[in-house]
């Protein structure tokens, strides 16, 4: 079965220092792998994803992540926080193109301070 | 991006009551999901649909039950609500020609009192 784990619950930066927010993944074959944020009282938004190819991918608002299989992590940058950035973040993998669905972690709060 | 509605964003029911959640995608996504997140938790999927006349049961046991009559549209119902159902519920779809990845809608946050 697959599982993600996002060690870090709460995490808190000051507005323009860099950001990492850290996902492993346990899966047995190339995993989806997928990062969402979650402002609150909001659905979940797409940040980013990986199917194949290039490792590092680039996503919306500024964000990156790099996959890494032999760490099994799929860790969210970003270079410099700002204060809109502050909600939760979701790692997620998918199980494959046929029987599709997602496996998420618990999420990590971001927290900004101006 | 898909477009994923969801009504009532915010519900308060009493206990015993039927409710019926509302989804419905413009997309033309052949697959649409149910998930359950309590406050500050993860998600869980309770409900996944293939395509028309398709459902199935997730993850996370739900007294919750779906349907699939029509590509855009999958409702969830709730027969006789209770406190333990309160939570945020988020219906989701995808398409296979469009990479499989996931979009989700609003959200429904559900309240029984």
């Known amino acids: 079965a697959q599982s993600v784990t996002q060690p870090d619950i709460h995490i808190t930066v000051s507005e323009g220092a860099s950001l990492e927010l850290r996902c492993n993944y346990s899966?047995?074959?190339?995993?989806?792998l997928f990062w969402y944020v979650q402002s609150p009282g909001q659905g979940l938004q797409l940040l980013l994803k990986?199917?194949?190819?290039?490792?590092l991918v680039q996503g919306i608002k500024g964000f990156e992540a790099e996959f890494k299989r032999s760490q099994s992590s799929f860790n969210l940058r970003k270079p410099s926080v700002h204060w809109s950035d502050a909600a939760e973040y979701f790692c997620?993998?998918?199980?494959?193109?046929?029987?599709?669905?997602?496996?998420f972690g618990k999420g990590t709060k971001l927290s900004v301070i101006p | 991006e898909a477009d994923i509605y969801q009504t009532p964003r915010y519900l308060v029911i009493g206990t015993g009551k039927k409710i019926t959640l509302e989804c419905s995608q413009t997309?033309?996504?052949?697959?649409m999901y149910w998930y359950q997140q309590d406050p500050g938790m993860e998600l869980h999927l309770i409900h996944y649909s293939y395509g028309v006349n398709s459902t199935e049961k997730g993850d996370l046991s739900s007294e919750s039950t779906v349907s699939r009559i029509r590509t855009e549209h999958f409702p969830l119902t709730l027969e006789s609500a209770r406190p333990s159902h309160t939570s945020q519920y988020l219906c989701?779809?995808?398409?296979?020609?469009?990479?499989?990845?996931?979009?989700f809608g609003e959200g429904s946050w559900l309240t029984v009192v």
């Open positions: 989701a779809s995808s398409q296979a020609s469009a990479g499989n990845t996931i979009y």
């Open positions: 990986y199917f194949s190819g290039d490792t």
């Open positions: 997620a993998v998918g199980s494959g193109a046929g029987s599709y669905q997602l496996t």
């Open positions: 997309m033309g996504h052949d697959k």
């Open positions: 899966y047995g074959a190339t995993p989806y």
